[in-house]
């Protein structure tokens, strides 16, 4: 039933690791996002795919990287994390522009 | 930059009450105008959404106001309940566009 589901929900590393995180929608939606939202609950996007195609691509450290394996998957893999990036990372998904679905977030806490 | 400035940070509202969130932007671009509700531990969901080509839509106790002459949009809960407490979140994208702008958030906390 899960419309939008995300793995990890939580993740604990230590700074310099490489982590990624999962992302899978069953809607049928042809467009995914990464959000980002710190510790102010301020939520910023930082990618987003239309059918595997990068379409959004916000000014973010190119530590960051999505990858878009299929339509109903995007993941985003993160190398050499720093402490700024402990935040609560969504995906989100939508058809075209439309309504866009979120996931339950992925909570990264660099240690 | 925000392009969409959201007030007050927080609100606290008896059950029962109105509970009112306010929005601003200054991008006549855009003409797409969501709120999301996110509950602690939760993803944001969508809540209501509104277009440019009318000025109120109502949802049952929720309410967007729209004024386009004042670039300005609110969120209004009527009868506020327990359950609504939660974090709001305005946000805006312009024409054919997959970028939302979200508000800084409101936390609303009603009192039984």
């Not at chain 2, 006549?28 to 959404?49: C, H, S, V």
Request: hydrophobic residues 30%.
């Amino acid at each position: 039933d899960t419309a939008v589901s995300q793995t990890p929900k939580y993740l604990v590393t230590q700074m310099g690791n490489d982590k990624s995180i999962k992302c899978e929608q069953n809607l049928g939606h042809d467009t995914m996002y990464w959000y980002k939202q710190d510790s102010k609950k301020f939520l910023k996007i930082m990618f987003s795919y239309n059918n595997k195609e990068l379409i959004i691509n916000e000014t973010v450290p190119n530590r960051f990287s999505p990858k878009s394996p299929d339509k109903a998957h995007l993941n985003l893999h993160i190398n050499s994390l720093e402490l700024g990036d402990s935040a609560v990372y969504f995906c989100a998904s939508s058809r075209g522009n439309s309504e866009q679905y979120f996931g339950p977030g992925t909570r990264l806490t660099v240690t | 930059q925000q392009q969409v400035k959201q007030s007050p940070q927080s609100l606290i509202v008896q059950k029962g009450g109105i509970s009112i969130i306010n929005c601003a932007y200054e991008n006549t671009a855009f003409d797409y105008f969501p709120w999301y509700q996110q509950f602690p531990g939760k993803g944001p969901a969508l809540l209501i959404a509104i277009r440019p080509d009318v000025s109120e839509k109502k949802e049952g106790r929720f309410t967007i106001s729209f004024n386009k002459s004042a670039k300005q949009f609110s969120l209004h809960i009527m009868d506020s309940q327990p359950g609504d407490s939660a974090t709001y979140f305005c946000a805006a994208a312009g024409f054919n566009d997959y970028k939302l702008s979200f508000g800084a958030g409101t936390t609303v906390t009603v009192r039984a």
